[in-house]
């Protein structure tokens, strides 16, 4: 800034002010999220902070996000850094942290309530599905123990699955499956009661026997012989008896009376 004093005559006096303007003051960053902990599906997006300066009305804003992956792939780190620079490249850093992990198990559904069945009617292996609150793609394992009972078609069914996320979070369910077995075998083929002569009684019978989860049922035959009031006049009482695997059985008889 220059004075210049002129007087009537043209003498003068200049006076001068130099004036150096700088900029050394760094510009103010505001609203810079907080450092956090959250869960892999609640990652915020990333903040809007604002601004200002003492002489730039208009301060840049630039932003970057790094990444540093944990021990699965939903716990990592993630760094989000705002740079604030004014026309005279005076600067501010500032950085959030955010900390995100996965502890949360998956969710199985789908697994089948306990039961009692049949031997014959055991259901098949259900097939659950899981969802997870950031796993899209749950693996689930599948394990059936079986413990033996009293007899062979009396045991039970521990049927296991397992959902793991990608993190190891774990859902385990369990159905038991109590499968007995407490019908009885049926006889086929046993004669109706007769009455005949001495000289024609038939030839005890064969019958069959079918169950609901023996293959192969036992028959056991039995006869036994009351006499009359003659050598040739008795009765004789044939007793067939079915049993399965467990016990079940059906017994049915034929009453020859043999009379001359």
Avoid: H, M
Avoid at 33 to 42: F, H, K, L
Avoid at 148 to 155: L, Q, R, T
């Amino acid at each position: 800034r220059v004075w210049t004093a002129t007087d009537n005559c043209g003498n003068q006096d200049i006076q001068t002010q130099v004036i150096s303007v700088v900029d050394q003051t760094d510009p103010v960053l505001a609203d810079i999220p907080a450092n956090i902990t959250v869960e892999c599906e609640a990652v915020p997006s990333a903040g809007s902070p604002t601004a200002t300066d003492n002489c730039d009305t208009d301060v840049e804003i630039s932003f970057t996000e790094t990444r540093v992956d944990g021990s699965c792939p939903e716990d990592y780190l993630l760094t989000r850094t705002w740079i604030a620079t004014d026309n005279c490249g005076n600067q501010t850093t500032r950085t959030q942290t955010i900390k995100v992990e996965d502890t949360t198990n998956p969710v199985l559904t789908g697994v089948p309530a306990d039961v009692s069945v049949e031997c014959d009617v055991v259901p098949t292996t259900a097939t659950p599905t899981a969802t997870d609150n950031c796993d899209t793609n749950v693996e689930i394992t599948f394990n059936e123990t079986r413990t033996d009972g009293a007899c062979v078609d009396s045991y039970v069914l521990n049927r296991v699955w397992t959902a793991t996320d990608n993190c190891g979070n774990q859902d385990i369910q369990t159905q038991v499956i109590t499968v007995q077995d407490v019908t009885d075998p049926v006889l086929a083929g046993v004669p109706a009661d007769v009455t005949v002569e001495c000289d024609v009684i038939p030839t005890a019978a064969t019958p069959t026997a079918t169950d609901n989860c023996d293959i192969d049922v036992e028959i056991t035959f039995n006869e036994t012989r009351t006499d009359g009031s003659c050598p040739d006049s008795y009765t004789l009482t044939r007793v067939w008896t079915a049993t399965d695997d467990c016990g079940n059985q059906d017994v049915q008889t034929q009453v020859v009376t043999v009379q001359d």
